[in-house]
């Protein structure tokens, strides 16, 4: 049996997902379903800061909230102490409608539009992350109409790629986001800011990637950018005050995967960067990181009923799911890979593989290949540490409502996203009439 949830079973031998009965949920709220264990994301972000705290360094941890971003989501992290970044005017609009603290909020991205630069300096946000040339002219234009200034950092591509899926790597040098170090980009970047009145400078900033297991890669972006942050010293006598490593912090998907603790990857961040000041002769700044996927993606289940199956003789059989691509387009996306039990007894011996199938139109559409038991329809199936860009990147593909979202905790459980309904479906069209 999967050893994740050695300790999630009941005595009826149910799946439990934060003290519920993960059968009494399906019924309750419906399938396909996306329930959240939310001691669990607490644990990650406690875990993520306790080093921290250990090492009394200033530090933030600031989640990643694309990796799943609702009103619930953001009142979590700030029950929990943590800062938030957000990818666009949808998340900064949720995060300020969870009472998020503005001055915890970090604005990223690649194409931040002129509407969403003026939102974030109209509301004050806590830091913009400058990705490029554009946006510093944009921000400067913005800032002048509003007569306001903003905390800024630079974002830069420190050359580094972390050995994980082609797409998830954003750290090397041919990368969409942030300013090249060895061209001079970040160099005139800096320049650029620091003349501006507006813009308060506060530090750099890489992300090297996503789903990352080794060490060295934090390591030697860490150390790079105490680097540039000594060079930019000696240069242009500007002290950055923070140091942010970005997330990418790789989580146990299935058996192969041998994922660090958060505590771990904190550990070796803290130590290059206390190291590399100390030998730079330069002040510890401040550490931030940016965990998404390490905080919710283990917390989170899909919840599926077991309709069709298809048997071909020598092959193995299809399984059909009430859910897919729409809510879960990971798998096929990029072939990620999860575990799949069955929920009313996962203890019960897997005695076959099964191609576990979507119900959208589309024959990439298999969320996993999992070995079962023998199934019968309306058995409900539970995909593992589905929390992470699963119901961020949903669709309506094939006009299907998105699923409910439940958060689960010491044996309660609420919806905090609602089952969308057939009218939510048309509640944007128009009849046409011209
Ligand atoms: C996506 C992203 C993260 C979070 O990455 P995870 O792999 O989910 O931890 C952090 N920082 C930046 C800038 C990102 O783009």
Do not use: L, M, W
């Given at each position: 049996m999967n050893s994740q949830i050695t300790n999630q079973i009941n005595q009826a031998g149910h799946l439990t997902i934060g003290g519920m009965d993960s059968l009494e949920l399906a019924k309750e709220y419906g399938t396909p379903l996306v329930v959240y264990d939310v001691s669990q994301i607490r644990h990650q972000i406690r875990a993520f800061k306790k080093v921290f705290e250990e090492e009394q360094v200033n530090y933030a941890v600031s989640y990643?909230?694309?990796?799943f971003a609702s009103i619930a989501m953001y009142q979590v992290a700030n029950e929990e102490g943590a800062y938030t970044d957000v990818v666009s005017a949808g998340e900064l609009y949720t995060a300020m409608k969870a009472n998020f603290p503005i001055e915890r909020v970090s604005f990223h991205g690649n194409n931040k539009s002129k509407e969403e630069l003026e939102m974030a300096v109209k509301n004050h946000v806590g830091k913009i992350m400058i990705d490029n040339f554009y946006e510093i002219d944009l921000l400067s234009q913005v800032l002048e109409e509003q007569d306001s200034e903003i905390n800024v950092m630079l974002r830069i591509t420190p050359g580094i790629s972390a050995h994980t899926h082609e797409y998830d790597?954003?750290?090397?040098?041919?990368?969409?986001f942030g300013f090249d170090l060895d061209s001079g980009q970040a160099d005139k970047a800096l320049q650029e800011v620091l003349k501006n009145q507006r813009m308060h400078m506060l530090g750099i900033h890489a992300h090297i990637g996503s789903q990352i297991f080794e060490l060295n890669g934090f390591e030697m972006a860490a150390a790079k950018l105490v680097d540039v942050a000594a060079s930019w010293r000696k240069n242009y006598d500007y002290t950055a005050q923070i140091i942010n490593v970005g997330g990418g912090f790789g989580i146990k998907y299935v058996q192969e995967d041998h994922p660090l603790k958060p505590e771990e990857f904190v550990k070796v961040i803290v130590k290059t960067i206390k190291d590399e000041a100390t030998k730079h002769n330069f002040p510890i700044p401040e550490i931030d990181i940016e965990p998404g996927r390490s905080i919710v993606g283990p917390a989170g289940y899909n919840l599926y009923k077991v309709g069709s199956m298809k048997e071909i003789p020598g092959l193995v059989p299809y399984v059909a799911v009430d859910g897919g691509m729409g809510d879960n387009i990971r798998p096929a996306l990029y072939q990620a890979k999860y575990e799949t039990v069955l929920?009313?007894?996962?203890?019960?011996?897997?005695?076959q593989e099964f191609h576990?199938?979507?119900?959208?139109?589309?024959?990439?559409?298999?969320l996993a290949d999992a070995k079962l038991p023998s199934l019968k329809a309306g058995d409900i199936l539970a995909m593992l540490?589905?929390?992470?860009y699963g119901y961020s990147m949903a669709s309506n593909y094939n006009r299907n409502p998105r699923p409910a979202v439940v958060f689960a905790e010491n044996g309660k459980a609420q919806v905090v996203v609602k089952r969308e309904s057939l009218e939510d479906l048309i509640h944007l069209d128009q009849d046409y009439n011209i």
């Open positions: 990643a909230s694309k990796a790597q954003t750290g090397q040098v041919d990368s969409k929920a009313n007894d996962p203890q019960r011996k897997a005695s576990v199938a979507g119900k959208y139109c589309e024959s990439g559409d298999i540490d589905t929390g992470a």
